[in-house]
């Protein structure tokens, strides 16, 4: 997947653009971005260590010692859920946890990769809270199917988005999960009406044009894509056709773009696992969409 010049220089000006809005505290000691988001041992600071010390071999990179906290961080959003139980970590894996640290660890490779933007080689893990929220410009949410947010969580995430941050909802199918997932909506924005995204929208042209609106399987029905042509979740109804909606402010700036029926992340977190993959859905949808995507928000 190459950019064209043309591409290269408009990445290389939304990153200027994008990271010194946001990026304003600075590490006295240097060279590592402080962590704005959970550090009360939740969760481990690093994500590397979630391997509990297995050797996969995740990228890192250096940053600015003088100036370390003026990176992008891919920070992903924990909540609770109805049926997995709350925000805990380990074992029996909660919903908002899925696919990590890989895809995160490689969204955030490929963005240090691909553009000229400066990333945060650690990510983050955020609680809904106003004061975690604030330090990050994008925030990621998964396999919101079963999410349960109180009344407080909702206006902390509608006063973020309305102030300027942007919410990427990603990775859950059929009609059951999106009804759940609409009643934390209404919580949300309980007078604001949700549009279908077209495909003439910025996020599908930001950096990398993309023809069509993207349906990403899991990898494991990867076998009846190459062999039935199907790219959607069969075992859970109403997942047959992708929807990218969203929510706009008043002068139609997108801040939550909300990824149904399609897994981006599965495509971030499965490009080593098969090459054909990789080339079908990695590298021609998931990067080119979550790039552009990202560059969206740090640049509205």
């Not at 990271?19 to 041992?41: S, Y």
Request: proline residues 6%; charged residues 25%.
């Amino acid at each position: 997947m190459k950019s064209p010049r043309a591409a290269s220089i408009l990445i290389f000006t939304l990153a200027l653009l994008g990271c010194v809005v946001w990026a304003v505290e600075q590490d006295r000691e240097g060279g590592r971005p402080i962590n704005f988001g959970v550090k009360d041992g939740s969760v481990p600071d690093d994500p590397r260590d979630t391997r509990r010390g297995q050797e996969v071999g995740y990228p890192t990179w250096p940053v600015s010692k003088d100036l370390p906290n003026d990176v992008f961080t891919f920070a992903r959003i924990r909540y609770n859920s109805m049926s997995h139980g709350g925000r805990g970590w380990g074992r029996g894996n909660r919903k908002w946890s899925t696919d990590y640290p890989d895809s995160d660890m490689n969204m955030s490779y490929r963005l240090q990769q691909l553009t000229s933007l400066q990333v945060n080689p650690n990510g983050a893990i955020v609680d809904i809270d106003a004061e975690q929220f604030r330090h990050f410009p994008f925030l990621y949410m998964i396999e919101v199917g079963d999410i349960d947010i109180t009344e407080d969580e909702a206006k902390t995430m509608r006063e973020y988005m309305l102030n300027g941050g942007f919410i990427m909802v990603d990775d859950f199918w059929g009609t059951r999960e999106w009804e759940n997932f609409e009643v934390a909506l209404k919580q949300i924005w309980p007078d604001r009406k949700m549009e279908e995204i077209p495909l003439e929208h910025e996020i599908f042209h930001m950096v990398f044009p993309i023809k069509v609106k993207p349906q990403i399987p899991h990898i494991r029905f990867a076998e009846y894509v190459i062999n039935q042509g199907i790219t959607y979740e069969f075992d859970k109804p109403g997942s047959e056709h992708v929807h990218y909606r969203g929510y706009f402010d008043d002068k139609r700036r997108l801040m939550m773009v909300i990824c149904w029926n399609t897994d981006t992340g599965e495509g971030w977190e499965q490009e080593g696992s098969d090459p054909w993959y990789f080339r079908e859905f990695s590298e021609k949808y998931a990067y080119p969409l979550g790039i552009n995507i990202i560059f969206y928000a740090l640049t509205h």
